[in-house]
């Protein structure tokens, strides 16, 4: 290698290039030593933007502490162990007095015996400001949105076109607020909304007063200032009996700040994906215009070059609305008015109406003939000095609010980044090949191992469900398979006293095979629910023998209820096997016994503490178990709600326990947390939302036999494509005394809807082949029987189907397996309910 005085590691020729192009800081350094620990670095060579990012000066062939004696150790520890170990590491770097962010790449160049490590320093900083700003919008906005941002109500008596409206309502329209509480044309408030966005909302509004139903919709409004704010409306139409529309109140709230962000964001977030891969200058300054011209909705925007002697902008291309006429080409600034002096300054020059800012008074005309009457300039400065303009122009007087400023000085700033570093892209990529062909190769190797990482653990988990899940499906059958094999060998000999005991142990197995299924779809949120308004502390009171039978006795169970507990919309069997999977997993942790409390009371979440637990701020009922316990570590902790997570040995059980609840709790609208010490036990608590009502009592389950009869006549539609269940139904239905018609497929039961015979109730499968399903078939047969009553009977959440829960009026759901005689009671409740 060629080598001069300051020991370059490359030929002069490429160290010169590299150094005097390259726009990220770059140096070399040797890494000294006392007594094998890195005590200092001298500066070998530094290009000028290490040198404008540090604020060093004559660094060459001087030392770190002689250049900044307080320099923390770590520094030299860090170059040190890059130079000895031959590993390059990367990290970041925030220089507070700068107000700079810096990814920092330190790599071993050279013989190992040199000691030399090459730094590179990347600024990072818009990035990182960026990641803050839409940090700050999204908290902003949901600090507003979490604070009511209602600003008015209204109320249109459409027969006589008169809206009533509060004053916030109609001083956002633009109308009297007077004149608003007495009743105001409806057009007087249309005249509120921007121009572009009037016929649509009329449209939007037009076609909820044809239909009835609910009305939704963003808009802009022109306020009398000239400026805009965005507002979100909601209003529910109601029809009378002839179908014409009577009344038609609603809300309109303010959302200006995070449409204004929303807006924003998404522009920059376009403006870097389109200018990420371009190389021409031109084209990257062409598209920022077109994004900023077309986000705030102006005639014109573009950017252009300042020869400040001259006090002229070289404009090689704009973007141009419909209708506006290009200005590219070369311009002098005195022909539209003074304004230059500002823009050399470094000001921005902001005019809103050209005929009245005394800078263009006199030079109006010149502005209304290129279409700029309203126009923002905005200076580019590098290095102090102005070299570059980004302007916006619009043909009519206009407001130019903090929110337009800040788009555009975000703009300009990518274009002028995007752009300079097009200039050097060509010449960098040749000199850093070396470097770039190192960091693609890391990146690979990291991208490698990830990818083996992730398999490892998806293969650890599925090996966790199927040895646990096959352990308890393999028990689970055996005792199904045997019972029924003796049941058969009972029979064939006669003797009929062992059926009954046989037919038990196959019933029982066979349910708790069901409840493992419905664990699985717990724990994954897919589970069908069954919510009703539910009194929790009945349910404990219920449950209370259950669990002190199911623990022991050497545990000492204690269930401590609130009063005035408020009831809660929940799955109220669910809830049971979540409170029982609780209570088993306080008496594990208890096996030298201890005491087991079962809590209930009301809670109002604010906002803080709602955001802690991961939750929406509100009223909530909680149901805590608390046990005295060997407690959990804060690993078991964040682990615990994973599916196929277990502290128990392999076999004993397949983690799904605390993930049902997990899952069961989150579909039903609330959250489970746990609080617990290592020796001081553990309280796991799930909260559920208030329900405004009142809880229902449940009655006890007839047995089949005591089952009501059906009244004469009284006929059932059964559609299911398993054979077996179908058969099943119809046995019940025909032991009942009602009248059963059956049918495989959707089409096959539409066609049964749609004939003459009578139908009091349809009892169908959700997922059925044929392409219609349960739900779709259903709607269709409602539309010439607007009154039947609909049971559907799924085996897996078909929530897609039904609606997440949210049934219509006259539809009911019944997961698989069920008993019959739960079949055959709710067939009779639901033919008696009106």
């Not at 150094?19 to 094998?36: N, P, S, W, Y």
């Not at 077109?290 to 573009?302: K, N, Y």
């Not at 752009?419 to 690979?444: C, K, M, N, Y």
């Amino acid at each position: 290698m060629n080598l001069d005085p300051v020991h370059r590691v490359l030929p002069a020729e490429r160290y010169h290039a590299l150094f005097d192009t390259i726009d990220a800081g770059f140096c070399i350094i040797e890494v000294l030593f006392d007594d094998g620990r890195p005590c200092d670095y001298r500066f070998l060579e530094v290009n000028a933007a290490y040198e404008r990012q540090t604020g060093l000066r004559d660094v060459l062939g001087r030392t770190a502490r002689e250049l900044v004696p307080g320099l923390e150790q770590v520094w030299f520890d860090t170059y040190g162990r890059v130079a000895t170990t031959r590993e390059p590491t990367r990290f970041d770097n925030a220089s507070e007095a700068m107000g700079r962010w810096f990814e920092v790449h330190a790599f071993p160049v050279g013989e190992p015996e040199r000691h030399l490590v090459g730094i590179l320093f990347t600024d990072v900083t818009e990035r990182r400001l960026s990641e803050r700003a839409l940090r700050e919008s999204e908290e902003r906005l949901e600090q507003a949105l979490s604070a009511g941002g209602g600003i008015g109500t209204w109320d249109w008596d459409v027969p006589n076109d008169r809206v009533y409206a509060d004053e916030r309502f109609a001083t956002l329209y633009g109308v009297d607020p007077d004149l608003a509480r007495a009743g105001a044309p409806v057009g007087e408030f249309f005249h509120g909304i921007h121009p572009h966005d009037r016929a649509r909302v009329e449209a939007e509004i037009a076609a909820v007063l044809a239909s009835g139903g609910t009305f939704v919709s963003q808009y802009r409004l022109m306020q009398p200032d000239g400026s805009i704010r965005w507002a979100a409306a909601q209003g529910q139409c109601r029809l009378g009996i002839d179908g014409r529309p009577l009344r038609f109140p609603g809300v309109t709230f303010d959302i200006t700040r995070s449409k204004h962000d929303a807006i924003r964001q998404a522009a920059l977030l376009s403006l870097g994906d389109h200018i990420r891969d371009l190389s021409d200058p031109a084209r990257i300054a062409a598209c920022g215009a077109e994004i900023l011209a077309r986000t705030l909705d102006v005639s014109r925007a573009g950017y252009g070059i300042i020869d400040t002697l001259a006090e002229t902008i070289l404009i090689e291309q704009d973007w141009n609305a419909d209708g506006v006429g290009s200005i590219a080409g070369m311009l002098r600034f005195r022909d539209f008015g003074s304004y230059i002096d500002d823009l050399k300054r470094g000001e921005t020059a902001i005019v809103h109406d050209a005929r009245t800012d005394p800078r263009t008074r006199d030079t109006a005309q010149a502005l209304a003939a290129i279409q700029a009457t309203s126009f923002v300039n905005m200076p580019i400065v590098e290095q102090g000095r102005f070299v570059a303009l980004f302007f916006a122009n619009h043909a009519e007087p206009r407001h130019w609010s903090e929110d337009d400023l800040a788009l555009m000085r975000d703009t300009a700033e990518r274009v002028r980044v995007a752009t300079e570093r097009a200039r050097a892209e060509a010449e960098r990529a040749r000199l850093t090949e070396t470097l770039e062909e190192q960091v693609a190769v890391r990146t690979r190797e990291l991208m490698q191992a990830e990818e083996a990482l992730r398999q490892s653990q998806k293969m650890e988990a599925v090996g966790q469900l199927t040895g646990g899940l096959a352990h308890d499906f393999n028990n689970l059958l055996t005792g199904i398979i045997g019972s029924l094999e003796m049941l058969s060998i009972r029979i064939a000999q006669g003797r009929m006293a062992d059926v009954d005991r046989y037919s038990l142990a196959a019933q029982g197995a066979a349910k708790r095979a069901a409840a493992l299924t419905h664990r699985l779809l717990a724990f994954s949120r897919r589970q069908t629910l069954d919510p009703k308004p539910t009194d929790i502390n009945r349910l404990v009171s219920g449950m209370e023998d259950l669990v002190r039978r199911t623990v022991g006795p050497e545990i000492e169970v204690e269930a401590v209820t609130a009063a005035g507990l408020w009831p809660t919309l929940v799955d109220p069997n669910q809830l049971e096997n979540a409170l029982l999977n609780l209570c088993i997993n306080a008496r594990d942790a208890m096996p030298d016994g201890g005491r087991l409390t079962i809590e209930t009371g009301n809670r109002w979440l604010d906002m803080r503490t709602a955001k802690e637990r991961d939750m929406e701020p509100g009223q909530y009922v909680s149901l805590c178990v608390t046990d005295t316990g060997t407690g959990m570590t804060p690993e078991v902790i964040a682990k615990a709600f994973d599916p196929f997570f277990t502290t128990k040995p392999l076999g004993v059980g397949t983690g799904l326990g605390l993930s049902m609840i997990y899952g069961f709790a989150r579909q039903s609208g609330g959250q489970v947390r746990i609080y617990s010490e290592i020796g001081e036990g553990s309280m796991v608590c799930v909260y559920l939302p208030r329900h405004l009502g009142a809880a229902e009592t449940v009655a006890d389950m007839p047995d089949l036999t005591d089952a009501p009869r059906a009244a004469a006549g009284e006929t059932v539609l059964v559609v299911d494509d398993e054979p077996t269940v179908r058969m099943l139904v119809i046995e019940v239905l025909e032991e009942l005394g009602y009248a059963a018609i059956e049918a495989a497929d959707g089409a096959s039961g539409l066609k049964i809807l749609r004939s003459d015979q009578r139908i009091d109730l349809l009892v169908s499968d959700v997922g059925l082949p044929g392409g219609m399903n349960g739900r779709q078939m259903a709607d269709a047969g409602r539309e010439g029987r607007p009154d039947l009553k609909v049971l559907f009977i799924t085996g897996y959440a078909e929530n897609a189907v039904i609606g997440n829960g949210q049934l219509d009026a006259g539809m009911h759901v019944m997961t698989k397996p069920f008993a019959m005689e739960a079949l055959a009671a709710r067939i009779r409740e639901l033919i008696e309910r009106p």
